[in-house]
């Protein structure tokens, strides 16, 4: 382990090393990671316009959900992730929110219900994971409601929910992506009032971070390519 963490430091040194005197370009190696949904719309374009920008930059990208990516930015395994906004932090670490995408009730066409409430407790549920952050952010705002569900399943994929969802399996809670314009046919959004349900999608680093130089012009390609 000492030995791993000395390379990691080693690599980092090197990176710095050659990062001295580029005023404007970015020469380093960056690891970046995303929750899923974040990596289809969202992380590509961004990456994209950042290494046209910078040619040198060597760009790394992992998957995985929430608390991995979060607990591999503290642990120095990856150097910035998008990920849902975390309700709490730990210390050294900055969340900076890149945008809100609003929560929408989820049913196929084939439903005959009208109102939320009915959607989600007359018909089978799709949980997404309530093992994951965002499944417990949802849960305890459907508890807040009073609502009474029927647990159909329990998925840890949105693209998969949907799916599931478009074809009869159930209703479920989903967010409405950014960059998805075309909607599913077989599918039906019906958004939250009283009050609306959203949820942010944040830029995690440490505050401690060699590659802050990276970390802002990463957030700053997000920002730009958000509609």
Do not use: Y
Not at 26 to 38: Q, Y
Not at 84 to 93: L, W
Not at 148 to 173: C, H, P, Q, R, W
């Amino acid at each position: 382990l000492r030995l791993l963490e000395h390379a990691r430091q080693m690599r980092t040194v090197a990176d710095d090393i050659r990062a001295i005197g580029e005023a404007d370009t970015l020469v380093v190696s960056v690891t970046s990671g995303g929750v899923p949904s974040a990596l289809v719309r969202l992380m590509p374009p961004a990456l994209a316009r950042l290494r046209a920008a910078h040619p040198r930059l060597d760009i790394q990208i992992r998957s995985g959900l929430s608390e991995q990516l979060l607990a591999d930015v503290l642990n120095r395994d990856l150097d910035v992730a998008l990920v849902p906004e975390p309700e709490v932090v730990a210390d050294g670490m900055i969340s900076a929110l890149i945008c809100r995408e609003p929560l929408d009730v989820l049913a196929s066409t084939s439903v005959t219900q009208t109102s939320i409430t009915a959607i989600l407790t007359q018909n089978p549920f799709i949980w997404f994971s309530r093992s994951t952050l965002p499944g417990q952010q949802l849960a305890r705002h459907l508890r807040h409601r009073k609502l009474v569900l029927k647990t159909a399943m329990e998925i840890d994929s949105i693209e998969a929910i949907e799916s599931l969802v478009a074809n009869g399996f159930g209703v479920s809670v989903s967010p409405r992506r950014t960059g998805f314009t075309t909607p599913d046919p077989k599918l039906r959004r019906i958004s939250f009032q009283d009050p609306p349900l959203s949820r942010g999608l944040s830029l995690i680093s440490l505050e401690r971070n060699p590659r802050k130089r990276v970390v802002h012009a990463l957030r700053g390609e997000l920002q730009h390519i958000l509609p």
